[in-house]
């Protein structure tokens, strides 16, 4: 797939006036995305290591590569009620994220990259929340595109 004609220092949905790639993902019902950029790799999810009186939304460790990696729950993040079948891990590249340590999300499914413009994306409607950079309007399904620094709160 062809590289994003964006910079990769756009910080939102409105910064670039080329397209962004973007993962989309499912937890539960619904369809996220998040660019591209943010995403070091993409694993199956394993056997996780709990980490006793951690936050909620830290469901374990994982050793990838010699590389402990916190592996984080957006569906208690976002309070998606849902159960899922968990079968990927999303991990961040360290660098992009702006916290110390590896971090990856586990996610239901991984569907596709897709190409995204400003004019794909509706801000009004996520005005209030500072984690969401907006509502992508696909053909037939909206897709809440995410921010990644969510993980370090």
Same mark, same amino acid.
């Given at each position: 797939?062809?590289?994003?004609?964006?910079?990769?220092?756009?910080?939102? @949905?409105?910064? &670039?006036? &080329?397209?962004?790639?973007?993962?989309?993902?499912?937890?539960?019902?619904?369809?996220?995305c998040l660019d591209i950029?943010? +995403?070091?790799? +993409?694993?199956? @999810? &394993?056997?996780?290591?709990? =980490?006793?009186?951690?936050? @909620?939304?830290?469901e374990g460790v994982i050793?990838?590569?010699?590389?402990?990696?916190? /592996?984080?729950?957006?569906?208690?993040?976002?309070?998606?009620?849902?159960? &899922?079948?968990?079968?990927? +891990? =999303?991990?961040?590249?360290?660098?992009? /994220?702006?916290?110390?340590?590896? =971090?990856?999300? /586990?996610?239901?499914?991984?569907?596709?990259?897709?190409? /995204?413009?400003?004019?794909?994306?509706?801000?009004?409607?996520? @005005?209030?929340?500072?984690?969401?950079?907006? =509502?992508?309007?696909?053909?037939?399904?909206?897709?809440?595109?995410?921010?990644?620094?969510?993980?370090?709160?």
């Amino acid at each position: 797939m062809a590289q994003s004609e964006s910079s990769t220092d756009d910080e939102g @949905a409105g910064s &670039g006036s &080329g397209p962004t790639q973007v993962l989309e993902f499912g937890l539960g019902d619904e369809t996220y995305c998040l660019d591209i950029d943010v +995403i070091d790799e +993409i694993v199956d @999810a &394993g056997q996780l290591t709990r =980490i006793p009186n951690s936050p @909620a939304h830290v469901e374990g460790v994982i050793d990838l590569r010699g590389r402990t990696t916190s /592996i984080i729950n957006p569906k208690t993040v976002f309070n998606i009620d849902q159960d &899922g079948e968990r079968n990927r +891990i =999303i991990v961040f590249d360290p660098d992009s /994220i702006g916290d110390q340590g590896t =971090i990856g999300w /586990i996610v239901d499914e991984v569907y596709q990259v897709t190409n /995204i413009t400003p004019d794909d994306v509706d801000e009004t409607t996520t @005005a209030n929340d500072e984690n969401v950079h907006g =509502i992508v309007k696909g053909d037939d399904k909206f897709v809440v595109w995410v921010d990644p620094d969510i993980v370090g709160e």
